[in-house]
Each structure stands twice: as C-alpha cells, then as structure tokens.
C-alpha cells in the first residue's frame, strides 16, 4: 500500500522523506522487521520502541513512525512524527487492511465476567440463525467455522484488522468480540468501529495492572465514551456501575436486568443441573446453560440481537438450542453418581456466582466440594476474599494451586487461607498439588455429591515459572475417577 493512503485521516506534526513510498508491512515489534517495513515505535510498559528504531532501519524497515524524532535523521527514510503512536499504529492498521471494522456489524462486550460467555454465545446464536460470523474472544477466535487459536484476551490491533478483513472478505456480516480492560487500555480497539457495546458486570479484578478499582471502572468506562452517535450501548442495570458506563456516552442506550425495570427483563421459572426454563419480556423458552449468572448472559445476548433487529421468537428458538460454552460451568455426572462441574471462575465474584448457582439448585442433602486457587503474579486482595467466599458456601473447600507463575503455590494458598473466618476453619484444607487437591475430592465425594473445580476451565495447561505444563481439569477428574473407581 502507497504510504500517502495509509496516512489517510491520520493527524501527522512532521514528516521528514517521501510520502509515496511502498510500504509492505506494519510492524511495532522490531524483530518482525522486513524489508519496505513502516515501524511504528511505541512506548509500552516495558520497554520504549524509540530504542528499536536504528535496528528497523538496518533490517529494512523505509518509514517510521514516532513520538520523538532520533536526531540523526536518514535521508532516504520518511519519518513520521505523531502525537500518540499507540493510538497512530490503531488507525494505521484500520487502513492498511481497509477499514474492515466499517465493513462488517462489529459488537463488542466488556465486564468483569462473563464477556468471553456473552461473545461465544452471540457467535453460536448467529449460526444457529444462519449466519457466518466471526469471533474474537480469550478461548477461541473464529472466522465461520475456521478456528484460530487466541493468546490474548483482546489480540493487538494489527491481528485485529488483519482478522476482520478475512471475515469480510470469507462474506462475514457480524463480528463478536471479547472487549478486556488490558485491551482498553493500550488502545487495541483504537479506531474499531462498533456498532453496539454490552456490558456485563463489574467487580475486582486486575488490579495488579490498573491499581485502583477506580482506574479499572473508567477503563471499562472508556470503551462506552468512545462509541459515537450511531452506536448503541446496552447494560446491565443490576449492576450497581451499569448506569456508569453510560453517563458519557453519545450511543442510544439500553438496559437488561433481572431485578429492575429494564427494556431487557428477564425472570427464572426452574433450574436444575440439566437447565433452566425462563422468560424473558414475556415469552417463556428451555436452555441447557444454568445458573443466575448465565440468566444475564443470555439476556444480554437476547438484547444484542434484538437491537439487531431480529424478531424476539427467532432469536429464543435460537438460543434454546446452545451448548454450553467450553470450561464455563461444564457440567458431567459420573457412573458412581458424583456430580462434576468445572467452571473458569477465577475472581470473588465469579467464584460466588457459581457457588450460589450450585447451592439453589441443590437440595442440601448432597455435599458440595469446591476445588479452587489464585493465580500468582495477579491481584493478591481477591485471594482473602475467594477463600471466605469458598470455604462460607461449600461443605468443604480445597485450596490449591491455579497459575502460580513466578510466585510460590504454598505462599499463594496462605494468603487465600488468610480470608477464611474462624466458624468455617474445619470446612477447609490446602493442597498445593491440583491433581492430588481433586484426588482428594474424589475420594471424599459419596453418591449425589457435587464436585465445583474452579479457575482454570476451558485452560489445558498450568503456568509454573514461565512453563505451561500440560493440564486439563476435565482430563484429570475423568482419569483419575477411572483409576480411582476400579
């Protein structure tokens, strides 16, 4: 593409070289240099592109692109100075794949939890309703039945252009997408056209990385202030941040609840393990998924769609007939009667959501056994607090190992232990193995008892010290309760 192009609608402070260059390729990551490359430098958190540029330019990189000029500039380089060159690379990319976010209905859906749930069923809604769409969330990014494995919850803003103009290109006419904070933040859906933005909740998470809840809070707030007039903006009124993220906004604005009025309502007539009947604005449908937690997310799908414009009984024939998405509250019982249930809770919220689910479906003669850890590296208040949330709700909590990364298991689990109140000290023990911590659960477990693992769901693997291990929580109850059952 003509460098003059690319610039297009992109506020430039100086430009030193020729505006008519070929560029080949846009790169911010200077290892990934070719030769006819554009190299933008961005200041990261870890380190500072400006660094990388003398490198780009010896691997064949003709343009560039920067906050500070270097002050021996090249003559047969173009230099580029931006006032932001996060947000610049955001807009470079948009053009040089053709605006493809312009091209197709993207939907975005940003919380706390839930959103890669809300993403992942919008995607399999639209395909049971005929559609070819395409799905960017933290398991799985889709292009109609094409899998691309993820490795970010939101991928960096190039891949994302580059992965919307194959899905427009493959006849793709919606795109959902799992919106994180981190995303948000380093401008990874800078310049991405929405035409609607769910949110789902907000509680503590991430605080490792925005410090304070309330950084967290006008993150999230961010993606909502940013949509212009044509978009529409739906939230979760229960919430008590719902109405936050819409204060700014100059998108036309929606509302689902369970609790309150709302354009959206939704109300539970049963649920059991194998499903729940409900209605929601007055028709009444069967689903497989279950627990409170899935009530909000299939309403805010039921929202989603119907500002789509689709008729309200199309769209619940279409999610009466979901699966339910893979490591959230997978649900399978035993040839000795034990019921399992593996859940990618990882947060106090999350975590207590699954806890409740489980515990209004139960009659109380079955004991509940709850698997669960912290990751290392992340937010150390949430670990207090899933370990009183954890040990309060079940019959007996085993705390174990998550991803302990660079931190030591057994300091992880103290923390955790920390937050279990003194009535409920015989109601926990700690394992730092995972594999032995759900052995023991097996071999506690008696017929029509039920077994929570929690934190890792759809995750095959356990990151000990940069090494992801190979482990699947599904894999390990199903082989250990052949072993153990023989």
């Known amino acids: 593409m003509q460098l003059v192009e690319l610039l297009n609608r992109i506020p430039v402070l100086e430009l030193h070289g020729k505006n008519d260059r070929e560029v080949s390729a846009l790169v911010f990551d200077s290892r990934k240099v070719s030769e006819n490359s554009l190299y933008i430098a961005v200041k990261g958190t870890v380190a500072d592109g400006h660094s990388f540029i003398a490198s780009s330019i010896k ?41 493809p976010s312009e091209k197709l209905k993207l939907i975005g859906v940003t919380g706390t939890n839930g959103k890669t749930s809300v993403s992942t069923l919008l995607f399999d809604v639209f395909k049971n309703l005929g559609y070819n769409s395409a799905l960017l969330s933290t398991v799985e990014i889709r292009i109609g039945d094409e899998i691309i494995p993820a490795t970010h919850t939101t991928p960096d803003i190039v891949t994302i252009n580059k992965i919307l103009a194959k899905a427009v290109e493959q006849g793709c006419e919606f795109a959902f997408m799992e919106v994180s904070s981190h995303g948000i933040s380093q401008n990874r859906i800078e310049g991405l056209h929405f035409i609607i933005a769910g949110f789902t909740n907000l509680t503590h998470d991430h605080l490792d990385y925005h410090k304070t809840f309330d950084e967290y809070l006008k993150t999230k707030k961010r993606f909502f202030d940013e949509l212009n007039e044509n978009a529409i903006a739906i939230t979760n009124v229960d919430d008590k941040n719902g109405n ?16 309150t009025m709302a354009d959206y ?79 990618y809770a990882h947060t106090p919220d999350a975590l207590e959501n699954v806890l409740d689910s489980i515990n209004d479906i139960r009659t109380k003669n079955e004991r509940l056994i709850t698997v669960f850890g912290c990751g290392g590296d992340r937010d150390h208040a949430k670990r207090p607090e899933m370990g009183n949330i954890a040990s309060k709700k079940s019959t007996l909590a085993i705390i174990t190992s998550d991803n302990p990364r660079t931190e030591d298991p057994t300091a992880i689990i103290k923390e955790i232990e920390a937050g279990v109140e003194p009535q409920n000290f015989s109601k926990y023990t700690s394992i730092p193995d995972r594999r032995e911590a759900i052995k023991m659960a097996i071999k506690f477990a008696e017929p029509k008892d039920i077994i929570l693992v929690a934190g890792k769901g759809h995750e095959n693997y356990q990151d000990i010290n940069g090494v992801k291990h190979h482990f699947d929580d599904k894999e390990v109850i199903n082989e250990l309760w052949k072993l153990m059952s023989k």
């Not at 936050?244 to 609790?259: E, G, I």
Request: hydrophobic letters at 40%; proline letters at 1%.
């Open 59 to 99: 691997k064949g990189a003709k343009t560039i692109v920067c906050e500070d000029l270097p002050e021996d500039l090249n003559g047969n380089i173009t230099y580029i100075k931006v006032k932001d060159s996060s947000k610049t690379l955001a807009h470079l990319a948009s053009n040089f794949y053709g605006n």
């Open 244 to 259: 936050v993220m819409l204060q700014n906004t100059k998108a036309a604005k929606r509302s689902y609840a369970l609790k």
């Open 265 to 343: 309502h939704g109300r539970t007539l049963e649920v059991d393990f194998n499903g729940m009947l409900l209605n929601f604005n007055g028709k009444e449908f069967w689903t497989t998924l279950t627990g409170k937690f899935n009530v909000y997310n299939l309403l805010l799908v039921f929202g989603i769609a119907s500002e789509l414009g689709f008729q309200q009984d199309e769209i619940l024939q279409a999610i009466s007939i979901l699966k339910r998405v893979n490591g959230r509250f997978e649900t399978f019982k035993s040839d000795g009667g034990i019921f399992f249930i593996v859940d």
